[in-house]
Structures are given as structure tokens and as C-alpha cells.
């Protein structure tokens, strides 16, 4: 990415950074991580083929659609397969 467009709209970057990092209940360096992680960053989540978890913010996200899964007010995201389901904190650190 050219560096000159990242300079002249940190703070706007800045922003929705924060904003992402709150809606989805991690740090701000969590998301950023996130943001830029690579498929080795992430793990199967076991028993739950279609999901996986990143190995240093505890977000999960969909496999194939690459989602993050957005927890609901008490930290948890619902994990689904076939009839399986399981409600699990979304993040370490969750309050």
C-alpha cells in the first residue's frame, strides 16, 4: 500500500481501528494483528471443522467465508455443526 495514503489518513485509520476493536471486544493492537494476520495465525477450532481461532487474540472467525464471528453482549459466539452447536467467549480477556 502506498505509504503516502496511509500518512495522510492515519487518524481516519486511527478511528476505525478503534471503532472495529471495540465492536468486536479486543485491543486496538489485537485488531491490527487481525487485520493483517496470515492463515498460519490461526487454528482449527476442535470439534468445529468451519471455524477457526486466532493463536494470539482468541477471535474466531468462519473458515470459509474468513468472518469474524461478533460476540454477543457477554463475550460469546455460537459455533455451529450439523445439529452440533456450542457458545463459546469469543476473545481472551472478554469481560
Known amino acids: 500500500m502506498n505509504v503516502e495514503v496511509l500518512?495522510?489518513?492515519?487518524s481516519r485509520f486511527i478511528i476505525v481501528i478503534n471503532k472495529l476493536a471495540e465492536e468486536y471486544?479486543?485491543?486496538s493492537p489485537d485488531m491490527v494483528k487481525l487485520l493483517s494476520a496470515s492463515l498460519e495465525d490461526y487454528e482449527v477450532f476442535e470439534g468445529f471443522p468451519n471455524y477457526e481461532?486466532?493463536?494470539?487474540?482468541?477471535v474466531i472467525r468462519n473458515r470459509?467465508?474468513?468472518r469474524i464471528l461478533k460476540p454477543n453482549?457477554?463475550?460469546?459466539?455460537?459455533?455451529?455443526?450439523?445439529t452440533e452447536s456450542k457458545w463459546v467467549m469469543q476473545a481472551k480477556g472478554v469481560k
Open 7 to 10: 500518512e495522510k489518513n492515519r
Open 73 to 82: 453482549a457477554v463475550g460469546q459466539v455460537r459455533l455451529r455443526n450439523g
Open 53 to 58: 481461532q486466532h493463536k494470539v487474540s482468541g
Open 25 to 27: 471486544q479486543v485491543s
Open 64 to 66: 470459509n467465508t474468513r
